[in-house]
């Protein structure tokens, strides 16, 4: 199939996705939005934009490699219009609750982006690397207000099968009932050693604990994105 | 099938979905959490849960009346877990980086409860109402800082499928290369036409245009949520 035709599919997927605000007696519209950079008239301008976008997300060659990168942008601006034509002003975008319902709703549409472009047999590789400079994106995109990329999906035929990381156990992630703290503790134990294991087995030298992970990437301020998301409307007041 | 094989296939599918930190070169983990509330041994309190969930969500009965309902919680206390285990102190909660990847990760794992689901010839009704009142649903579930109820799905079987809803049409919301504002207000006008035709064929004599819908939910700071989160450790400081 050639990329025109299972990108057009693909986006249709996610066009039609369930959300909670897409119900009988939805309160809200959809709010997340796909930008498709897909294999272009103009070429070369295409194989350029998919090099920047890899250099944004901080030198991933599959970006440009692929034929392939949708980004997921939340969109606020299409809502904005429609509130505009209904003679009030919308503040939505000012609202973290906006922001909540507006990046789940970019979850549920990269996850539909990937479940349909997994049935048509393509390969994926989910890219939160935009997030490293988002301007650039914006810039590159040219998003207009009361809008912000947040992720995206590399799109293509798969090369090599890697192999399946192992997950943490479900206790871990299912809690019935109630919160289950005590759960915990014994299931990182247990992941930090298999992964150390699995690191072995498929002979990466360079493999951390999950915990060693954690430490080395949520311990640190990066990824400095309020003050882009403010200057784009989402100034979080609420 | 029962609802406790049903909820432990579902939940087991959302625990391995692909994120944009599942990857080889993985630099994140993932932090979308599920709190399952499922068929109890103790009936009564159970029924008691989701009673007043539903009365947290607005008065939604279904979530009262059908056998499951599953919320999806933001989780960066297991993460917290292990950045102590390796001698250091997480911050990722307090960035907005943080509550962008945490959520989107939350939406892509309500995607996969909800394809998982209607797999299993189940029907959904994905719930954002519990955002009306987060910190009761902390209450209730009892969560731990560093957590945060995104949403939720009601999981039942069918009694009576219910209209496709009409959609905006694919122009306003697949952009290809670059954002294209000049697609969205015909979209708008001719999707406003659209829905109250589909009102007046199905008898709602309530249905409001899109823009109108659009202007009644977006125009107004509801649910001001901000705080709750602040509380919980999500300060959103960068």
Not at 111 to 134: H, K, N, Y
Not at 161 to 180: G, L, W
């Amino acid at each position: 199939m050639r990329p025109s035709a299972y990108c057009r599919r693909i986006t249709a997927a996610a066009a039609i996705r369930p959300t909670q605000y897409r119900r009988k007696y939805s309160k809200l519209s959809s709010s997340a939005h796909i930008v498709l950079r897909h294999p272009p008239t103009v070429k070369r301008r295409n194989a350029d934009s998919r090099a920047r976008i890899a250099e944004i997300a901080g030198g991933q060659p599959w970006i440009a490699k692929a034929p392939v990168f949708i980004a997921v942008v939340v969109d606020l601006y299409k809502t904005g219009l429609g509130v505009e034509k209904a003679g009030a002003e919308q503040v939505f975008q000012r609202t973290l609750e906006g922001v909540l319902a507006a990046v789940s709703d970019a979850g549920i549409a990269m996850a539909t982006l990937m479940a349909a472009a997994r049935a048509f047999g393509l390969g994926i590789v989910p890219i939160g690397g935009i997030r490293r400079d988002p301007q650039a994106m914006i810039d590159l995109l040219e998003l207009p207000p009361n809008t912000f990329p947040v992720d995206g999906v590399v799109l293509g035929y798969v090369a090599e099968e890697s192999s399946q990381k192992p997950r943490m156990t479900i206790e871990s992630f299912r809690h019935d009932e109630k919160y289950h703290p005590e759960t915990l503790q014994p299931a990182i134990d247990a992941y930090d050693r298999t992964l150390q294991e699995y690191w072995q087995e498929i002979g990466r030298t360079d493999g951390f604990s999950w915990s060693a992970n954690m430490a080395q990437h949520y311990s640190t301020f990066s990824r400095l994105i309020k003050s882009v998301a403010q200057k784009q409307g989402f100034t979080i007041e609420v």
